[in-house]
């Protein structure tokens, strides 16, 4: 059984830095494309990073020089280092693998307030 789960959301203040982390289990990142999505409200999901098999990343442009996607393949673990943080980043961020299935995990909400 395949199962995603994120952690690492929270309130931040603009301009603030958030890693979020995914650790999977039942199936290997390495192995799979991967990518962070998020939903604001009101809002279809869009992707922001994915990461390929080869480690060959891509970022909607919105974060771009901002967001950083990565994974460690000792830990099944991937992540999504977020810099400089804006209002209109505020969203449940979603943790995606695609194998045989497409996988979610349970979201993680990233809140960026004064």
């Known amino acids: 059984q395949v199962q995603l789960v994120e952690s690492g959301g929270g309130l931040v203040q603009p301009g603030g830095s958030l890693r979020l982390s995914c650790v999977a289990s039942?199936?290997?990142?390495?192995?799979?494309?991967a990518g962070w999505y998020r939903q604001a409200p009101g809002k279809q999901r869009e992707v922001v990073a994915t990461?390929?098999?080869?480690?060959?990343?891509n970022y909607a442009d919105s974060v771009k020089d901002r967001f950083t996607i990565s994974r460690d393949n000792a830990k099944n673990t991937m992540y999504l280092q977020m810099n400089s943080l804006k209002p209109e980043d505020t969203a449940v961020y979603y943790c995606?693998?695609?194998?045989?299935?497409?996988?979610w995990g349970q979201g993680t909400q990233v809140t960026v307030s004064s």
């Open positions: 995606n693998v695609n194998g045989l299935s497409n996988y």
């Open positions: 039942g199936i290997i990142f390495s192995f799979n494309n």
């Open positions: 990461i390929t098999t080869g480690g060959m990343t």
